[in-house]
Structures are given as C-alpha cells and as structure tokens.
C-alpha cells in the first residue's frame, strides 16, 4: 500500500538523534563505572556493571524519550492521509504539532515510561556484553580484553543487544502504547494502568508481539556499536599514552 518507502517511516528521528543519544549513553555508563570504582584503569564487577548501565538508561532517557515518541508516532501513520487524518513529514513538523497541542508534555510524553525500561534494559545491554567479552578474552587472550580482534567484540555486543531485549520488551511495549495514545497521561500510574489493558485485551502474548524481529535487529546492530566504541577507544587510549 505504501511501497518500499514505507518501510523506512520514522527514521529520520532516530538517525538525526542516534549520535546525541549513544554519546550521552556510553559518557554516562563510564562515568558510572569510574564513580564506583574511582578510577576509569580499575576493572569494575559485573554488579558494578548492572549498576553503571541500568544509571545510563535513566540519564539516557532524556534524549530517548522525546526521539522514540516522535519515531514510532511516524510510524503507525498507515493510510493516514485516506483516513481524513493529518499527515506529518517529519520529526519536526510533527514535534511542533504535539508542542502547539499539549505543550511541554507533548514532547516528554511517556518518558517516565522509557525510564521504567532504560533501566533494567542497559543494565543488561552492558552486562551482556562484558560477560561475553570476559569470557572471550579468558578464552583467547589469556584475560586481556584490550587485545580482542573486532570479531569477538562484534560477537559480545550482540549478546548485548540480545541481552537488552530480554530484559525489557514488555516494558517497550507498554512504553509504545502509552506514547502511540490519544494524548499525553497524566497520572503517574500510567504505566501500571496500561499494562493492564493489554493484560485484559491480549494476554501475555501482547507483552511479545514484534519480540523476534527485534532481537534479530539488535544481533548486527549491537555488535557493530559495542566493537566500534571499543576500537575507537583502545585507538584514542593509544594515542593518549
């Protein structure tokens, strides 16, 4: 109905805000690894990891939020102009809309949703990963994580991404109900109250539909991010001795 184009609705919000938020991400998953450890050369435990993460995730959130609202908004506009229903381009006239409609809260809508995943989501987005990584350098490097070659590290963030998934999807399917809504919720019990609705319409299985295909997606996509903040890292450490 749509063409090959309508595969690709609400991407532009993700790739104009997908370098401002993996940077705030990773700054502060390693500023909460230095805060608990007191120094960035100090190899953290893997509850300091959890903990770092699941600290990402909430700080995360911040940009997150306003970019995944915005995202999957565009998305769910299917046949929306023969609905009679207003069309949006892009992420900034739809932004300006929800602002003009709602306010401040029109950008922020369920960010205390996004919260309630980013938390538990991070924490084993990072503990994934530095598990994997763990075990591949006791593997192959005699325990020196610093001389991984990109494949294991690749491998490691895919357990990551994985790992993320698990942990949080029927949290980011209530957080895509909440943020697909008529309008902005104003109770704080929101999130409670929208899981329950799914409950009573769909049962458990409505808490994992569209699971499979975002794991299949975070598998290349994590691990391509974890080796590459781990090269450009090893790289800049390098260079800085």
Known sequence: NEGVLGLYKGMASPLVGIAAVNSLLFWAYSYGKTLQTGSPNITPTMG?????GAGAGVVNSVLASPVELLKVRLQVQYN??????????????????????????????GFWATVAREIPAYAAFYSGFEFAK?????????????????????LSGSLGGVSYWVACYPLDVIKSRVQNGSAP????????????????????????????????????????????????MRALNNNLM
């Open 80 to 109: 929306a102009a023969a609905r009679g229903a207003e069309v949006f381009r892009g992420p900034v006239p739809l932004a300006r809309h929800l602002v003009q409609q709602f306010g401040a809260r029109g950008i922020a809508w």
């Open 134 to 154: 763990r075990r591949f350098a006791d593997l192959l490097t005699d325990g020196d994580a610093s001389k991984l070659s990109p494949l294991p590290l690749m």
């Open 48 to 52: 300091q990891i959890a903990l770092a």
């Open 185 to 232: 919720p104003r109770r704080m019990g929101y999130i409670a109250e929208t899981a329950k609705n799914i409950m009573a319409e769909q049962g458990v299985k409505g808490f994992f539909r569209g699971f499979s295909p975002s794991v299949i997606r975070s598998i290349p996509a994590a691990g391509v991010t974890f080796a590459t903040y781990e090269l450009v």
